[in-house]
Nanobody
Framework: QVRLVESGGGSVQAGGSLKLSCKAS????????MGWYRERVLASTGKEREFVSTISPTFSTAYDDSVKGRFTISRDNAKDTVDLLMNALKPEDTAVYYC??????????????WGQGTLVTVSS
């Protein structure tokens, strides 16, 4: 059974840094894309889960424009972990951050799993 456990959330002032970690278990993750998403409460749309960053099995990375240059994703295949280093945090980064894995299967849709989420609060 695939299990993802996030850690590292907390409260920080604007301009500060936090590092999120996600420990995966129950599968061989070296062939999986691993990533981070977040759920913010927006006045216009309410709660919305949105893409933050992903890292492929070949260590290719992608970032949402809102975090590019401030956040860095990394993975350790030996430990089955994916980290998100968040620098220069802004109040609008306040959200519950979720770890996600997407693993290709020989047949059918990829195996996907989510962590339980970790809260990041950035105060101005």
């Amino acid at each position: 059974q695939v299990r993802l456990v996030e850690s590292g959330g907390g409260s920080v002032q604007a301009g500060g840094s936090l590092k999120l970690s996600c420990k995966a278990s129950g599968y061989l993750f070296r062939d999986c894309t691993m990533g981070w998403y977040r759920e913010r409460v927006l006045a216009s749309t309410g709660k919305e889960r949105e893409f933050v960053s992903t890292i492929s099995p070949t260590f290719s990375t992608a970032y949402d424009d809102s975090v590019k240059g401030r956040f860095t994703i990394s993975r350790d295949n030996a430990k089955d972990t994916v980290d998100l280093l968040m620098n220069a945090l802004k109040p609008e980064d306040t959200a519950v951050y979720y770890c996600k894995v997407s693993c290709p299967l020989l047949r059918g849709d990829p195996l996907e799993a989510w962590g339980q989420g970790t809260l990041v609060t950035v105060s101005s």
